[in-house]
């Protein structure tokens, strides 16, 4: 338990800040990091590392995975001795369920973020149309209280409405799509057209009334306050601040794709071959779990130092090297996507530690009859792992002084286990 937690605490502290340390770049007007760009030295405010949006999702599972231990240790906030088993095997239940279901993730997210970006192409044609009605002098969309303008979207229905006829055909739309300038944007117009058809046609008789024009631009138009809330007043500008996330958006995705779609040579072998090493990594294991307990304990004895605290400090170390060492060299590359990459291993690290480790302990503890004591290990990757997650689940910059907050938390660490385990006697 003391090697689970050190584990999970070295990865959200020491190694995510070093990679912040040595991914860092410069940061450029929007706050973004400037690939392959660091004239700033360590500035703590002006360099930092910024990630894509799917690297949050990746904390945010993270910080789920520690519902299993919120279980486990259910009986011992109530202090009581009660349903101890039981809160045991729900938490044995639900480690399994989580890391069955993050394996789904994992083998749905190509199929997931195909929709993104099918949703990210029709935001972007939204965002287009919006702009092209403000570029044709019509006015501005949104008054300056932000409500839309219905004076300007009328003006703007009857200027599609090209044969008078008081509602908007497929031809008509597909005319409007047609004519303007997405860009470097590839996307089926006629699709484009279904979707502007589904959101307008609310009567489905496969034409757009004017009163239904009106109601679908206002839902666009409140889609774009929620996504642009820091445009201030409600300007033409808001429109291009809109339309130029949208792009944003959707090349990230783009990239993101290119990177998902990548093919490998002869996949038969390459998937034996994995299965082969997990196989040899599992025999390894196996082989040396034992000495490794002994070695521990007899250290322990030898230099008089308590065996939790070599398998909080020394063994992740040495189990976590290889991670450590790839997630330093890819952050190293200061690249956006390779941090993306770097911070998503860390997290999906610390995931599989909170679900699929976790889990093989409670069964040795519920099927051995065991005794679950570890309120300070508990209590220490539950402050850790909601810390960090609410620090990255909602942010995709991390400034270079954002280093110090995952630095500060390993030693404050282990000098809460420390008073917790020999002041107050938790363990």
Not at 346 to 352: A, I
């Amino acid at each position: 338990m003391g090697l689970l937690a050190g584990s999970t605490v070295f990865l959200l502290t020491l190694l995510w800040g070093t990679c912040v340390v040595v991914g860092k770049c410069d940061l450029g007007p929007n706050r973004e990091a400037v690939d392959l760009t660091n004239t700033k030295g360590f500035s703590l405010t002006g360099t930092g590392i910024t990630t894509d949006v799917q690297t949050s999702y990746a904390a945010r599972i993270m910080g789920l995975s520690v519902i299993p231990f919120i279980i486990a240790q259910f009986p011992k906030m109530l202090k009581t001795h009660h349903g101890q088993r039981l809160a045991v095997l729900l938490a044995l239940i639900a480690s399994f369920l989580l890391v069955f279901s993050y394996c789904l993730y994992q083998v749905f997210q190509p199929w997931i973020q195909r929709r993104k970006l099918a949703y990210a192409k029709h935001k972007h044609v939204i965002s287009g149309i919006l702009r092209h009605a403000q570029m044709q002098a019509l006015g501005r969309l949104l008054n300056d209280d932000g409500t839309p303008n219905e004076d300007v979207i009328r003006k703007l229905f009857r200027k599609i409405d090209i044969d008078e006829s008081r509602t908007l055909s497929r031809s008509e739309l597909h005319a409007l799509i047609v004519g303007i300038n997405f860009e470097e944007l590839d996307f089926d117009r006629m699709d484009a057209v279904n979707k502007v058809m589904d959101d307008f046609d609310t009567s489905r008789n496969d034409v757009v009334e004017e009163e239904e024009f009106v109601q679908g631009m206002k839902k666009w138009l409140n889609e774009a306050k929620r996504s642009v809330p820091a445009s201030g007043a409600f300007s033409k500008k808001f429109i291009n601040d809109f339309h130029e996330r949208t792009r944003q958006e959707h090349d990230q995705l783009i990239d993101r794709s290119d990177e998902a779609v990548e093919s490998v040579e002869n996949p038969g072998w390459c998937i034996a071959k994995a299965v082969g090493f997990l196989l040899l990594g599992a025999a390894i294991a196996a082989a040396f779990a034992d000495p490794l307990v002994d070695a521990v304990h007899n250290f322990s004895n030898a230099t008089h130092i308590p065996s939790f605290f070599i398998s909080f400090i020394a063994l992740p170390l040495a189990t976590n090297s290889s991670e450590a060492v790839s997630a330093i060299i890819f952050a190293s590359r200061k690249k956006q996507r390779t941090c993306s990459l770097t911070f998503s291993e860390v997290y999906g690290g610390v995931t599989m530690n909170n679900t699929l480790c976790l889990g093989v302990f409670l069964a040795l503890i519920y099927f051995r009859n065991l005794t679950w004591n570890f309120s300070s290990e508990v209590l220490i990757i539950l402050v850790v792992c909601v810390i960090m997650a609410l620090f990255t689940s909602f942010r995709t910059t991390f400034p270079l002084w954002t280093c110090l907050i995952a630095y500060m938390l390993y030693p404050l660490s282990l000098v809460v286990v420390y008073i917790l385990d020999y002041v107050f006697g938790w363990s």
